[in-house]
């Protein structure tokens, strides 16, 4: 709990720097494609959260790494702040954390669906209307192909689950069925 704590208070202390310099889209981006890229590669992930790579090390290799890449200066700050501190293995709930209140500052909410088929555009668009509505907040959705799902979909978007998949339809109406017949 406690990581979830500093990330929380790293996420949050990044996010009102970017308020202030006015370029959150662009830190939001970075920070998500360097947490990206560390995910994706087991030995620059294991190079910055081995205990045994000196934290000069990490912030010699973030600094080469800024001379071809170019940052913002609060994603630079806080990555050699992380290498400094040791606390690298925090960047993927800072990440998180980052993304949640930019999203709760904008009244978006996300979530992820998961449909029998493909969803074409106009059925995103419908679901991400309703989706929307419902929560007051415009839904930004994940898709994703679930051939466990016999037909309809499931989306869950903050603590709120739709579920519209067929296995769901067939039990309700089973259960509407055995109601009739006891009444």
């Known amino acids: ?3 979830q704590e500093a990330s929380q208070r790293y996420a949050r202390a990044l996010y009102n720097l970017s308020i202030e310099r006015g370029n959150i889209d662009a830190v939001l981006n970075e920070i998500r494609e360097f947490n990206k890229t560390l995910a994706a590669d ?3 992930d294991g190079f910055f959260n081995r205990p045994v790579v000196k934290s000069d090390d990490q912030k ?8 071809k890449q170019k940052f913002s200066e609060e994603v630079r700050g806080l990555l050699m702040l992380l290498a400094q501190k040791r ?7 800072i990440t998180h954390a980052f993304q949640a209140v930019v999203d709760s500052s904008r009244s978006v ?5 998961f449909s029998a ?10 679901l991400e209307a309703t989706i929307s509505r419902y929560t007051q907040q415009k839904a930004v959705l994940e898709y994703h192909e679930d051939k466990s799902l016999l037909g309809g979909l499931v989306a ?8 519209d998949s067929l296995e769901t339809q067939l039990r309700l109406m089973k ?3 055995t109601k009739r017949r006891a009444n």
């Open 60 to 67: 010699e290799a973030l600094e080469k790494f800024f001379e």
């Open 42 to 44: 087991v030995e620059i």
């Open 87 to 93: 606390r690298f293995g925090l960047l993927p709930g």
């Open 1 to 3: 709990m406690r990581s």
């Open 117 to 126: 088929t493909i969803l074409f555009p106009e059925e995103r668009q419908k």
């Open 109 to 113: 909410a996300r979530g992820d669906v």
């Open 156 to 163: 869950k978007v903050g603590s709120y689950t739709f579920d």
């Open 175 to 177: 259960e509407a069925l």
